[in-house]
Nanobody, 119 residues
Framework: QVQLVESGGGLVQPGGSLRLSCAAS????????IDWYRQAPGKQREWVAI???????NYAESVKGRFTISRDNTKNTVYLQMNSLKPEDAAVYYC?????????????WGQGTQVTVSS
């Protein structure tokens, strides 16, 4: 059974930092690209960042320079370090594992972790 479990969310003041974790089980973790998405109330889910199986990264313009995605394949975990947080970063953050191989696509989601940015 595949599970992605996010953690690390919470309440932080503007300008503060949080580190989110996404722990995976039931998949060959190192083969998967891992994305972070977020969804604020009343808004569509928004892509935030990706780290590929090879370790390449990319970010949404809105978080570039403030967020850093990384992975530890020995722990089957991806991290999202979020610095200089803004109120507009407040959302439920989800991780997504994706793999395309031999014409098939595999895609799994976690349950999300809440990030609140407020003074």
């Amino acid at each position: 059974q595949v599970q992605l479990v996010e953690s690390g969310g919470g309440l932080v003041q503007p300008g503060g930092s949080l580190r989110l974790s996404c722990a995976a089980s039931g998949i060959i973790f190192s083969s998967y690209n891992i994305d972070w998405y977020r969804q604020a109330p009343g808004k569509q889910r928004e892509w935030v960042a990706i780290i590929t199986s090879g370790g390449n990264t990319n970010y949404a313009e809105s978080v570039k320079g403030r967020f850093t995605i990384s992975r530890d394949n020995t722990k089957n975990t991806v991290y999202l370090q979020m610095n200089s947080l803004k109120p507009e970063d407040a959302a439920v953050y989800y991780c997504n594992a994706e793999l395309a191989v031999l014409g098939r696509r595999y895609n799994y989601w976690g349950q999300g972790t809440q990030v609140t940015v407020s003074s």
